[in-house]
């Protein structure tokens, strides 16, 4: 029987550290909307057990015992793809962390192995070339962005690296020396209130 064709191809994507394999980031994703039994079914009216997008590890627990297993086999590989409990992952390392992609057992490897590799190049580029534990623990928020822009839900979004990074770089400085020149203070505020009311009391004349 062939396998049933879905949008959410990305169980997770985590990030650990080198040197103590401690976990620096881990998104798991699951299907927003779980499907439900047929009213005519004998099952009961809560979610089947497996479905496309299912989250295979919904609990800390589990996430803890699979990620433990994962470093476990993959500190000693020369490959940057395996099949590790029935689940396809792809992995790079990028200086003291590593980056890896989980797919089900029956995913593209090649198109789990271009998000891998879009992740790393959008971080090599948002953090400009310093793709280091401290580095990603200090720029937390873009490291996670650039995880939405690439994967939302499980569903693969872009993998163009330069088109995530443009996406979620940080606004231009001059718009915030712009931003730091308006009088936002009680006088200047009621300023503008004054200007307003001026201004309106005058077209209504014109207008009479």
């Given at each position: 029987m062939?396998p049933?064709?879905?949008?959410?191809?990305?169980?997770a994507?985590?990030?650990?550290?080198?040197d103590?394999?401690s976990r620096?980031l881990?998104?798991y994703y699951?299907?927003p909307?779980?499907?439900?039994h047929p009213?005519?079914?004998?099952h009961s009216s809560?979610?089947?057990?497996?479905?496309p997008?299912?989250?295979?590890?919904?609990t800390?627990?589990?996430q803890?015992?699979?990620?433990?297993?994962?470093?476990e086999?993959?500190v000693?590989?020369?490959?940057?793809?395996?099949?590790?409990d029935?689940?396809?992952?792809?992995?790079?390392?990028?200086?003291?962390v590593?980056l890896?992609?989980?797919?089900?057992g029956?995913?593209n490897?090649i198109?789990?192995?271009n998000?891998?590799?879009?992740?790393?190049?959008?971080?090599n580029?948002l953090l400009?070339?310093?793709t280091?534990?401290?580095?990603?623990?200090?720029?937390y928020d873009l490291?996670?962005l650039?995880?939405?822009?690439?994967?939302?839900?499980?569903?693969i979004?872009e993998t163009d690296?330069?088109v995530?990074?443009?996406?979620v770089?940080?606004?231009?400085?001059q718009d915030?020396?712009?931003i730091?020149?308006i009088d936002?203070?009680?006088?200047?505020l009621q300023?503008?209130?004054?200007?307003?009311?001026?201004?309106l009391?005058?077209r209504?004349?014109q207008?009479?």
């Open positions: 062939a049933e064709i879905s949008l959410f191809s990305t169980n994507i985590l990030i650990f550290a080198c103590d394999s620096i881990a998104k699951d299907a909307h779980h499907p439900q009213p005519h079914s004998s809560s979610a089947p057990a497996s479905y997008g299912k989250n295979p590890y919904p800390l627990k589990e803890k015992a699979f990620e433990k297993g994962l470093l086999k993959t000693k590989q020369n490959t940057d793809v395996i099949l590790y029935n689940r396809i992952v792809v992995f790079k390392t990028e200086g003291d590593m890896y992609v989980v797919g089900g029956e995913e490897e198109l789990l192995y998000v891998v590799l879009c992740l790393r190049d959008a971080l580029i400009k070339g310093s280091d534990k401290r580095t990603i623990i200090e720029n490291v996670a650039a995880i939405d822009e690439i994967v939302d839900d499980g569903i979004l690296p330069v995530v990074a443009s996406r770089s940080r606004p231009p400085t915030i020396s712009n730091r020149g936002l203070s009680e006088q200047g300023n503008v209130w004054e200007l307003g009311k001026a201004t009391k005058e209504l004349r207008g009479l």
